[in-house]
């Protein structure tokens, strides 16, 4: 994280340490340094825990786990687990494993990340640089939309799909995590395009230039970052997502979640935990791969106006 | 921010056209959520008014549904339940993300590495996750048992199990998941902030801990308005978390209004009470979010 | 607003009759997404397809059914239900109150269903003296599992009476084993409670206050001795047994932990699962003092209406369903036992024969009930309001007087 388009803060506030700690006379800035990491390794470990248990255990065979000592290393690695929940575990009357539900979660995840964000991007748009009388009221009424309880909306919004003729298919599907979408990727925009300089906006608009020239032109291209961070959110809320995807499915387009819920929560069938892990680990590593790859300009997405308000 | 095109003149149907062109453009946003957002809460509100149960039905019973919903001691626990859990929840995430975005902004060598750790949990879902720390809090196979078999063996972690200490262990799963998330966003905002000030208030001498009471933190106040919008959402929306960990037990002493929404309209066939418990759930939101966003959209201008 | 809320009323909640599949294929929606039970419903799918009938699977697990059933209503306000939907007792009746489900009498007079479902059964498969759903297995829930090595070891014999059963609890306990092995979940603490409840007070009392909700029976003593029976157990069980999971439980009798598991049939699964093979290694009895009663739950597949004419392939999937093959082979692996009477024991375990034999037995004597803790005594709602009390007085939140009183209000409350 050095490539902050302010000078760095960090800098400061690491210096900041130095400068009075030989201004005092105290030395000993070295033990203050070990401190720092070894609390640093003690978080990453109340952060990992949880993973180790569902690693672990996602490695051992299932007579290992009921004999007790879930928290141990294996006696007898294995990676059985892993290939079953891929490709063999009962799902549902076929052994068809989680293979083949991601792709229906990608058909049905990224149109909706893409649908949000953009409309998120143009409604932040409108918000900030063509604000007009009401617009804060509105934009007020939309955030806190994000609250709406989802069980709530259950009912009301399988009647409407209903209505709209998109029952039962991906796009109603597409179609519901837009709509619930929309507050938060709207929040992400408008907070950062609001720190954007309204004068080049003017500028660009003395040149004659036009409402979508000047988005398409001026905004969009410096809109990585909070893209980055908009699709992030979405696409871990809509990928994890289970109530609207039991529902609003059919039975060719059930999601992953779905179908790993299928997997942990039999009621009165063998409960084979291994497997369970092993799926789970499994139905997130997409989720996971976006935040290690995209990660890095996450922090940095946010830092370039989201939290600026 | 406010914008110039007000002030042009309105002559041709053109220029009307483009002055409403904004407008046009976040009209479909703005349709959407008048149905999908209001229209849906009126419709639960007016569902609460009526004898519904498996499906929606229009029989008018006035309050009864109310009536009956503080009748139930479940609801009572819900509710005292989120207000505990909210307030922990939000105020330890808060503290603690600000203190590992603190700790991570002194030069860290794997700052990388140590973030994407710290971020992870958000990318899972509880479905599973829920099961690996039901296990790890549970006396008999997780903590407690490994720190005993260590050889200290008075030590006691039976939280999950313990009526009165349950809700805790929630929070406990909980900040594990979201304070990495508010850990980002804070060390985004300190990333943010202008190096000279910090400067000019070091050579007046103010010390670390003055520096960042003073200068430092009050400047991330919109990464706290960010973070608290997202934390009182997922507070208010936690329901996988309570299913996965406890079910809503022991007993009753987990249940959030989530999982008694949940279990009253759609396990227990009673689809009013219900909906007179979302109204109730959306007024308490609304009470507390309202004002909150109020102050802080209108001091914008 | 006012508009939208007319057109939902007008095009009525219940826009069952709109499914667009093709009339040669049914789409299933149920939850026996695990192992064995997913296998053994795939017997079915093969032999619709020999038919010519499509399967499409619409699996979703989660509660019990519960998760299922919240997925059927936003399915059916969408007016996309599906054609068959696994179901288990009162929502049957709910659903066919709502005149959703379709006629299977022609189908049932065929094939005489009448005479081989038993009665108490036929109560959950039929409305207004209709057939409206297909009954796939009989679960019973009054089952103990037992580890036998513990058994033997501490020479106790196969309690017959509750005290019996308190004697074998406190020589286990004496021993420093955990008598129990109990999961804490309402559902679970409710199993046990059916059970001690039909042993303390027998069938009068068990029908008197779970299904005909009598009050004075609610609040009488014998209610509050169950109670305090209740009380007994749970100074029998481990400490950690809240939110424990049933199935770690019954790992605990597997692996020596603990003596007894108050459980349905299916745990026997679990027990197979890990190698250990009926009256060898694990012992099932009926809950000391209920030997002659059986109460039950029982998984059906209840028909959605197309229209006025039940679809061929609803028809002939109902069929498929009775018919003894598939009723011989799904129970076979579900550990339950066949919905139908005259279904032949021979592939059966010897809890699974034990089973079949105590189910015809308890049907012919009017000593079948359906059980209270799953959903086939009183509507969900009571049910769940019930598991509320007996949960609470399980966990120590008030003694057995209150819980009695608090029983009664819980019923009033829902009724």
Known sequence: MTTAPNPQATVETATALTIKDTQTGRTALKPARLVLYLLLALFCLYYLLPFYVMLVNSLKPLSEITAGGMMALPDDWTTAPWASAWSSAQVGVEATGLRPYFVNSIVMVVPAVALSTLIGALNGYVLTKWAFRGSTVLFGLLLFGCFIPFQMVLIPMARMLGLMGLAGSVSGLIFVHFVYGIGFSTLYFRNYYAAFPTELVKAAQIDGAGFFRIFWRILLPSSGPISVVCIIWQFTNIWNDFLFGASFSDFDSQPMTVALNNLVQSSTGVKEYNVHFAGAIMAALPTLLVYIVAGRYFVRGLMAGSVKG | MSNSETANPRGSVVDRLRDALPKLVLSPTVAIVAVFVYGFIAFTLYLSFTNSRILPTFGWVGWKNYENLFRIRAWDTAVSNLIIFGLLYIVICCVLGLLLAILLDQRIRAEGFIRTIYLYPMALSFIVTGVAWKWFLDPGIGLEAVVQGWGWESFRFNWIKDRDMAIYTIVIAAVWQTSGFVMAMFLAGLRGIDGEMLKAAQIDGASTFALYRRIVIPQLRPAFMSAFVVLAHMAIKSYDLVIALTGGGPGTATELPATFMYSYTFSRNQMGIGAASAVIMLMTIAAIIVPYLWSELREKK | MRKLLTMMTAAGALMVASTSLKAEEVEVLHWWTSGGEAAALNVLKEDLEKQGIGWQDMPVAGGGGTQAMTVLRARVTSGNAPTAVQMLGFDILDWAKEGALADLNAQAAQEGWDSVVPEALQKFAKHDGKWVSAPVNVHSTNWVWANKAILDELGIAVPSTWDEFVAALEKVKAAGKTPIAHGGQPWQDATVFDAVAM?????????????????????????????????????????????????????????????????????????????????????????????????????????????????????????????????????????????????????????????????????????????MAHGHANPAAIKNAMYDVITAHFNGEYDSEAAVEELVTAVQINK
């Open chain 3, 199 to 371: 042993s303390t007070g027998g069938p009068e009392f068990y029908k008197k206050a779970f299904v005909d909700l009598d009050e004075e029976t609610l609040s009488s003593d014998t209610m509050k001795e169950t109670f305090d029976r209740m009380a007994v157990i749970r100074s029998h069980v481990d400490d950690n047994f809240s939110g424990r999971d049933w199935n770690l439980a019954t790992a605990m009798v597997i692996n020596g932990d603990a003596a007894f598991q108050m459980m349905g049939d299916w745990a026997k699964g679990e027990f197979i699962n890990a190698d250990k093979s009926p009256d060898q290694d694990f012992l099932c009895f009926r809950f000391p003092g209920t030997q002659d009663q059986v109460t039950f739950n029982a998984d059906q597949f209840a028909m959605f209406s197309q229209g006025a004419e039940v679809g061929k392939e609803q028809a002939a999937l109902a069929t498929a369903i009775l018919s003894p093959n598939f009723q011989s082979a799904f129970n076979v692996v579900k550990g339950s036992v066949p919905a139908r009477t005259d279904v032949s024991d021979e592939a059966f375990d010897a809890c699974g024969k034990k089973g079949i034999a105590d189910l015809k037995k308890a049907a012919a004597s009017g000593n079948l009930f359906g059980s």
